[in-house]
Structure formats: C-alpha cells, structure tokens
T-cell receptor, first 108, second 114 residues
Framework: QKEVEQNSGPLSVPEGAIASLNCTYSDRGSQSFFWYRQYSGKSPELIMFIYSNGDKEDGRFTAQLNKASQYVSLLIRDSQPSDSATYLCAVGGQNFVFGPGTRLSVLP | DTAVSQTPKYLVTQMGNDKSIKCEQN?????MYWYKQDSKKFLKIMFS???????INETVPNRFSPKSPDKAHLNLHINSLELGDSAVYFC?????????????FGPGTRLTVT
C-alpha cells in the first residue's frame, strides 16, 4: 500500500522568507506528484504537479522531485501571510494517496 | 462557473438516519471521486468512478453507496448514520484515471451526526 509522509508542523516562517515543505513516499514506482494547499474550512486547491526529476518553477513556487530518494519538496519564496495554510502532498494514480499535510504559518 | 459543486454544504442529522450528498462537475471530466477528511484532517479516498463505472472501492462500510447516473454526477448515499461518520466529504474529478492527471475538488460537505 502506498504511503506518503509529511511533517505535520506547524512550520513557522517570517514574512518574506523561503518556506520549505517536504514529503516522502513509499512506492518506488510512483510517477506523478502533486501539491495542494488547503485553507482552514476550505477544499484542497492544486498548486503544482511534477513528474520528472529536478525542479519545476511556477511563480513563487518551486517543486523538487528526487525519485531515487523518493522525496518531493515544495519551496515557497517570498512567503506571505496569505500562504498560511495546510499543504498536502499527493502521489498520483488511480488511487491518489495524500500525506497528512504540513501546516504552514507565515508570521507578519 | 463552479467547476465541481456539492450539495448540501452542511448536513446535521441524527444517528440511524439515511442521507445523501450530491456532486456535479462541469469540467467534462471522465473520472470522479469521493474522499473523507476526518477531524485530524487526513484525506482518504473512498470511491472512484470512471465514465459511470466503479473503479476504486476502498475499505468503506457497505452503509456507504455511491451512484453515478452519468459521468458528470456522482452521489453518495449513507445508510444508518453513525457518530464516526462525522467528517467533511469531498467530491473531486479528473480528466481520467490515468496516473498523470490532477484532481479538482468540490467545496466539501460537512456532515455532523449527533
């Protein structure tokens, strides 16, 4: 059974800093990886997906994938208080598996 | 336009009752899902339908029965509700069941069983 692990946090960073969120997964054959943001009381919202080893950038967000280490990360540059949310890592497939999420708090 | 919608948004009911949650997507997607997010915020898949056919059926009590009348709709019926069923239920959809497709979530239905 696929497992996805994340530090539950909370991860606190000052405004303007880089927030680094990490995720590991158990199934070495996994091919697709997704980062979702979930504000309290709201639904998960897709931020980025990544399929290939290396970095993928989209605005202030960078996803990093290392399949050899079974490791995915999300970097948020110039963090803003509005980035304060729970970030969910998910491994794709017919059976999407989500990690428990990391709560990020960006302090003004 | 709302891409994935769910009704109702809130549902408060007593133990033993039967209730339904409805989901609709206007994205033209073939695959729809039901997830349960419990009080610890863990998001777990329950069911998945591809083009009206059940393709994922996780270990869920058989009091839960999904139905997909067409590929744009996926409903969830729950019989004999229990206290432990209290959670937020999310519907989601994707282009297809392929491993590379992302999923888009509805706003959720908060079910409270008293």
């Amino acid at each position: 059974q696929k497992e996805v692990e994340q530090n539950s946090g909370p991860l606190s960073v000052p405004e303007g800093a880089i927030a680094s969120l990490n995720c590991t997964y158990s199934d070495r054959g996994s091919q697709s990886f997704f980062w979702y943001r979930q504000y309290s009381g709201k639904s998960p919202e897709l931020i980025m997906f990544i399929y290939s080893n290396g970095d993928k950038e989209d605005g202030r967000f960078t996803a990093q994938l290392n399949k050899a280490s079974q490791y995915v990360s999300l970097l948020i540059r110039d963090s803003q208080p509005s980035d304060s949310a729970t970030y969910l890592c998910a491994v794709g497939g017919q059976n999407f598996v989500f990690g428990p999420g990391t709560r990020l708090s960006v302090l003004p | 336009d709302t891409a994935v919608s769910q009704t109702p948004k809130y549902l408060v009911t007593q133990m033993g009752n039967d209730k339904s949650i409805k989901c609709e997507q206007n994205l033209g997607h073939d695959t729809m899902y039901w997830y349960k997010q419990d009080s610890k915020k863990f998001l777990k898949i329950m069911f998945s339908y591809n083009n009206k056919e059940l393709i994922i059926n996780e270990t869920v009590p058989n009091r839960f029965s999904p139905k997909s009348p067409d590929k744009a709709h996926l409903n969830l019926h729950i019989n004999s509700l229990e206290l432990g069923d209290s959670a937020v239920y999310f519907c989601a959809s994707s282009l297809g069941p392929d491993v590379l497709y992302e999923q888009y979530f509805g706003p959720g239905t908060r079910l409270t069983v008293t």
